[in-house]
C-alpha cells in the first residue's frame, strides 16, 4: 500500500508540472494511470475532462462526464456547457447553463456567448454589461470588446438605433466592432475612418511582437480589409472593393466564416457577367462549418445569391430546388419566391408565375403590397392592361400615393376607359377630403382631376371641381376662366355671371418693353432691325438725284456643241416626231444583221467575204483593201467593219465562254 500511496503521489506531482507546462497529453497518462488505481477519484476526473477540453478532444471530455455524472454531479457544470457550446450544441449548453445551481462569473461569460451565437442580442447586452459592472479583473478589455459586438450586431441585423456606452477605441477590435456599427446605422464615411484607424492600431500592436512575421500581420488585417472593400461596395467604388476583395481571397485566411462573406460580395458584384468567376468563388460559401461562423441574415443572403447564380447559370433545377428551400426556412419572406417568379419568366410562363405571386400574398397579407405589383407588372407584360390595374387598385398601402394615381389614370386612358380613371380621381380625392382637406396635395389632386375632365370633354363633371378650385383661390383667373367655359354648356346665365368676375381689358394689359424682351438672354428667333447709320435721312440737296444700282445679269450658259453662229432650228422647241423634217426609223434594215455571220461581224462583210456573191475574177487577184495592214474599207462595204476574230478550239470537255461584245449606243443591251 505505501509503494501504491507513494506512486499516486508521484503522478499527482507529474500531473501538477505538466499542467504548469501546458504539457496535457503526458498529465492525460498519469491521469489514467491514477484513475486506474481508484475510478471514481473526483479530481483526478476533473483534471482529465479539464485536459481533454485543453485538447479539443471535447467529444471525449463530454463522454467522461455523461459517464461519471452522478459521481461528478455539479462540479462540471461550466466544462460540460463549455463541450457542448465549442461542439456547435448551442441549444443543449443553455440548458446546461440555466439549470446550474449557482451562477458563477465564467458561466455568465460563457452564458453571454451562447446568447450571442443565438443572436438573442438584447439578452447578450444586459450580461455583458453586468459583468464589466460588476467585475475588475484582467478581462475587462475583452469584455468590452465582446460588448461593442454585441451592439454592431444589433445595428447591422436588427437595425437598432446605436447606443453610445462610452466604449473607448483603444484596441484594434473595439474600432473595428464600433466600424460595424456605424455601417448598419448608414455612416459609411465615419465608419470607413475607423477601419482606417483600427488597421493602423493592428500594425502598432502586432508590430511589437518579434515572432510575428509581415504575413502574420496581413492575415490579422484580412477581417479589417474586407469590412474596408464592404463599406466601397456600398459606395460605389466597386473596382476598388473588387480589388481588395481579391487580395483577401489570396492570402486564404483560416477563418471560414471571412472567405465566405468575402466570396459572396464578388459574386454579387459580378452579378450576371463573369459567371466563371462566380462559380469558382461560389464554392468557398460551402466550407464546412460556414454555418456556425455566420449569422442567419448573412447565410440567407449567401443562399439567396446562390439561386440567383443558378438562374444566370442557366441551371433551372438547381434554382428551384434551392429556392424552394429557403422559403421552407423562411416562409415569410418574399424573396426566394421572386427569385423562383423569375425563373418561370425566363421560361416564358407567365401565367403559373402569377398564381404563385398570388399564392404568397393570400397566405402573407402583410407582405403583398411587393409582390403585387410583381403581378401588375406581369400582367402587363402579358397585355393584360385591365387586370394590372385591378391589381394596383388593391394595394391598400399604395391605394392614394401620386405615382399610383398618375400610373392607373395613364393606364385607363391607354384603354379608353375614361370612367375608370374619372373613378380613381374621385376615390382619391376623398381621401384627401377627409384626411388632409386643403392641403397642397388635395388641391393638386383636384387640379388634375379637373383638366383630365376638361381634356376628355367632361365640362360638366369638371364643374364641381373647378369650382372647389376657385373658392380656395378667387384670385385664379385661368381657373375662373376654365369655369365660365364649362358653364357655358350647362348654364349660360351662370357662366354671364361668373364672367363678371373677369378683370377688365385694362387691367390684364400688361406694360411689357418690347425691345428689352427681344434683347433679354433667352430670346430665340427674334429678326431685328438693321441698324441705322448716322446721316442716312438727312434732306438730300437741291438737284441730287437717287442712283439707283443695276443689278448685273448674268450670261446664260450655251449647251455643249453649239456654234453661236449658226442659225438655231426653230423646231427645236417641239418634240422629234412633231418636227417636219422627221422621217421615222428605218425599220428592217438593220435586223437581219444581228446575230448573223461571224462573232464580231455584220452580214453586209460576211456578204463581201462570200467569193459566190461577187463578180467573176481572176482567183490570185487582189481585190481593193485587202491588203495586210490596210486601213481601208472594202469595196462596197459598210464603214466601220469589224474584222472577225478567230477563236481557239476549246479544250475536250471545257466550256466555250461567249465574248461580250460592246453595247450600241441606244440599243436595248445583252450581250
Known amino acids: 500500500m505505501a509503494t501504491g500511496g507513494a506512486s499516486v503521489a508521484s503522478l499527482w506531482t507529474e500531473v501538477n508540472r505538466c499542467?504548469?507546462?501546458?504539457?496535457?497529453?503526458?498529465?492525460?497518462?498519469?491521469?489514467?494511470?491514477?484513475?486506474?488505481?481508484n475510478r471514481d477519484d473526483v479530481t483526478a476526473l476533473h483534471c482529465k475532462i479539464v485536459c481533454l477540453t485543453q485538447n479539443g478532444s471535447f467529444k471525449e471530455a463530454l463522454n467522461v462526464m455523461n459517464t461519471h455524472s452522478k459521481v461528478l454531479g455539479s462540479e462540471v457544470v461550466f466544462e460540460k456547457a463549455y463541450c457542448e457550446y465549442r461542439l456547435n450544441r448551442v441549444e443543449s449548453s443553455l440548458k446546461t447553463i440555466e439549470a446550474a445551481a449557482e451562477q458563477t462569473d465564467k458561466l455568465k461569460e460563457l452564458y453571454g456567448q451562447v446568447l450571442y451565437r443565438l443572436e438573442r442580442y438584447s439578452e447578450c447586452k444586459s450580461v455583458y454589461t453586468d459583468l464589466i459592472r460588476?467585475?475588475?479583473?484582467?478581462?475587462?478589455?475583452?469584455?468590452?470588446?465582446?460588448?461593442?459586438?454585441?451592439?454592431?450586431?444589433?445595428?447591422?441585423?436588427?437595425?437598432?438605433?446605436?447606443?453610445?456606452?462610452?466604449?473607448?477605441?483603444?484596441?484594434?477590435?473595439?474600432?473595428?466592432?464600433?466600424?460595424?456599427?456605424?455601417?448598419?446605422?448608414?455612416?459609411?464615411?465615419?465608419?470607413?475612418?475607423k477601419l482606417q484607424q483600427a488597421e493602423e492600431l493592428c500594425r502598432v500592436s502586432l508590430a511589437d511582437d518579434s515572432d510575428v512575421t509581415e504575413e502574420d500581420i496581413e492575415s490579422e488585417l484580412a477581417v479589417i480589409h474586407s469590412q474596408m472593400a464592404y463599406v466601397m461596395q456600398l459606395q460605389g467604388r466597386t473596382e476598388e472593393a473588387l480589388q481588395l476583395y481579391n487580395q483577401v481571397i489570396k492570402l486564404k485566411p483560416s477563418d471560414v466564416g471571412?472567405?465566405?462573406?468575402?466570396?459572396?460580395?464578388?459574386?454579387?458584384?459580378?452579378?450576371?457577367?463573369?459567371?466563371?468567376?462566380?462559380?469558382?468563388?461560389?464554392?468557398?460559401?460551402?466550407?464546412?462549418?460556414?454555418?456556425?461562423?455566420?449569422?442567419?441574415?448573412?447565410?440567407?443572403?449567401?443562399?439567396?445569391?446562390?439561386?440567383?447564380?443558378?438562374?444566370?447559370?442557366?441551371?433551372?433545377?438547381?434554382?428551384?430546388?434551392?429556392s424552394s428551400n429557403l422559403q421552407s426556412q423562411n416562409p415569410g419572406q418574399p424573396r426566394p419566391v421572386l427569385i423562383q417568379v423569375a425563373q418561370l419568366c425566363r421560361e416564358k410562363q407567365h401565367s403559373r408565375a402569377i398564381e404563385l405571386l398570388q399564392e404568397f400574398s393570400d397566405q402573407h397579407p402583410e407582405r403583398a403590397s411587393g409582390i403585387k405589383l410583381v403581378m401588375a407588372q406581369l400582367y402587363l407584360v402579358q397585355g393584360h392592361v385591365t387586370k394590372a390595374c385591378d391589381v394596383l387598385r388593391s394595394i391598400e398601402e399604395f391605394k392614394h400615393k401620386s405615382?399610383?394615381?398618375?400610373?392607373?389614370?395613364?393606364?385607363?386612358?391607354?384603354?379608353?376607359?375614361?370612367?375608370?380613371?374619372?373613378?380613381?380621381?374621385?376615390?382619391?380625392?376623398?381621401?384627401?377630403?377627409?384626411?388632409?382637406?386643403?392641403?397642397?396635395a388635395h388641391l393638386a389632386l383636384v387640379r388634375e382631376a379637373a383638366?383630365?375632365?376638361?381634356?376628355?370633354?367632361?365640362?360638366?363633371?369638371?364643374?364641381?371641381?373647378?369650382?372647389?378650385?376657385?373658392?380656395?383661390?378667387?384670385?385664379?383667373?385661368?381657373?375662373?376662366?376654365?369655369?365660365?367655359?364649362?358653364?357655358?354648356?350647362?348654364?349660360?346665365?351662370k357662366a354671364k355671371s361668373l364672367s363678371k368676375?373677369?378683370?377688365?381689358?385694362?387691367?390684364m394689359s400688361f406694360n411689357v418693353d418690347v425691345d428689352e424682351l427681344e434683347n433679354s438672354h433667352g430670346a430665340t428667333n427674334v429678326r431685328k432691325k438693321a441698324a441705322k447709320v448716322p446721316g442716312e435721312n438727312l434732306p438730300k440737296e437741291q438737284g441730287q438725284v437717287d442712283i439707283k444700282k443695276k443689278r448685273k445679269k448674268k450670261k446664260g450658259k450655251l449647251p455643249k456643241n453649239c456654234d453661236p453662229k449658226a442659225t438655231p432650228d426653230p423646231e427645236r422647241w417641239l418634240t422629234m416626231r412633231e418636227r417636219?423634217?422627221?422621217?421615222?426609223?428605218?425599220?428592217?434594215?438593220?435586223?437581219?444583221?444581228?446575230?448573223?455571220?461571224?462573232?464580231?461581224?455584220?452580214?453586209?462583210?460576211?456578204?463581201?467575204?462570200?467569193?459566190?456573191?461577187?463578180?467573176?475574177?481572176?482567183?490570185?487577184?487582189?481585190?481593193?483593201?485587202?491588203?495586210?495592214?490596210?486601213?481601208?474599207?472594202?469595196?462596197?462595204?459598210?464603214?466601220?467593219?469589224?474584222?472577225?476574230?478567230?477563236?481557239?478550239?476549246?479544250?475536250?470537255?471545257?466550256?466555250?465562254?461567249?465574248?461580250?461584245?460592246?453595247?450600241?449606243?441606244?440599243?436595248k443591251g445583252g450581250w
Open 258 to 322: 471571412l472567405l465566405a462573406v468575402t466570396a459572396n460580395n464578388i459574386i454579387t458584384i459580378n452579378k450576371d457577367q463573369n459567371v466563371f468567376d462566380s462559380k469558382k468563388k461560389v464554392k468557398l460559401t460551402n466550407a464546412e462549418g460556414v454555418e456556425y461562423k455566420l449569422a442567419r441574415k448573412q447565410l440567407q443572403a449567401i443562399d439567396l445569391n446562390k439561386a440567383l447564380l443558378a438562374m444566370y447559370t442557366n441551371q433551372a433545377d438547381q434554382c428551384r430546388k434551392l
Open 19 to 37: 499542467g504548469q507546462n501546458g504539457d496535457y497529453t503526458r498529465a492525460l497518462k498519469a491521469l489514467t494511470k491514477i484513475l486506474h488505481e
Open 134 to 193: 460588476n467585475s475588475q479583473d484582467e478581462y475587462e478589455e475583452e469584455r468590452k470588446t465582446n460588448l461593442a459586438a454585441v451592439l454592431a450586431a444589433m445595428s447591422q441585423w436588427e437595425e437598432t438605433p446605436l447606443e453610445d456606452l462610452g466604449l473607448p477605441d483603444s484596441t484594434y477590435e473595439l474600432c473595428y466592432n464600433t466600424a460595424c456599427a456605424l455601417i448598419g446605422q448608414g455612416q459609411l464615411t465615419e465608419a470607413f475612418n
Open 451 to 493: 383638366n383630365f375632365k376638361l381634356k376628355y370633354g367632361r365640362k360638366k363633371e369638371a364643374i364641381s371641381d373647378l369650382e372647389q378650385l376657385w373658392k380656395q383661390n378667387t384670385n385664379d383667373i385661368h381657373t375662373l376662366a376654365q369655369l365660365i367655359s364649362a358653364y357655358s354648356l350647362v348654364d349660360t346665365d
Open 580 to 667: 417636219s423634217y422627221y422621217r421615222g426609223k428605218k425599220k428592217g434594215k438593220k435586223k437581219e444583221q444581228i446575230g448573223k455571220g461571224t462573232q464580231g461581224a455584220t452580214a453586209g462583210a460576211s456578204a463581201e467575204l462570200d467569193a459566190s456573191k461577187t463578180a467573176s475574177s481572176p482567183p490570185n487577184s487582189p481585190r481593193p483593201g485587202s491588203a495586210s495592214g490596210s486601213s481601208s474599207a472594202p469595196a462596197g462595204g459598210s464603214s466601220n467593219v469589224v474584222p472577225p476574230r478567230q477563236q481557239k478550239p476549246a479544250a475536250s470537255g471545257a466550256t466555250r465562254k461567249k465574248v461580250p461584245q460592246k453595247k450600241k449606243k441606244g440599243g
Open 403 to 440: 405615382g399610383m394615381i398618375s400610373a392607373l389614370v395613364t393606364m385607363y386612358s391607354h384603354e379608353e376607359d375614361i370612367d375608370g380613371a374619372i373613378d380613381v380621381f374621385k376615390q382619391a380625392i376623398e381621401h384627401y377630403q377627409s384626411q388632409q382637406p386643403g392641403s397642397a
Open 501 to 507: 368676375h373677369l378683370p377688365s381689358a385694362d387691367a
